[in-house]
């Protein structure tokens, strides 16, 4: 069953260059496995990065090793804590044109 994590933090104007710079050597680089889709989302002073993984298993195993987890890799790069959590998806769909 596919999941969903959501990673977020409170980020000062400064801190972004580094989370935006962080994410672009990550939309380059290699993707861990189960990763199916992630999103990099700003807001009213929040920004998010938006995990879809193949099933929990998969997230899990990015989480074990940090520098595999594009949420901590985005964080990390500007010394901001984030809160994580992971969700089930229990339902979608795709608009097509």
Known sequence: MRVISLAE?????????????????????????????????????????AGVWD?????????????NHPAFVVFEAAGVEASHTVSKIVGSFQVTD
Do not use: M
Not at 55 to 67: I, M, P, T
């Open 55 to 67: 099933n929990v298993e998969a997230h899990d195993r990015a989480l074990a090793d940090e520098a």
């Open 9 to 49: 933090a409170d980020v000062e104007s400064a801190e972004k260059a580094h989370i935006f710079a962080a994410w672009s050597n990550l939309v380059t680089g290699e993707r861990p496995p189960g990763l199916v889709e992630c999103y990099l989302v700003e807001g009213d002073g929040v920004i998010q990065v």
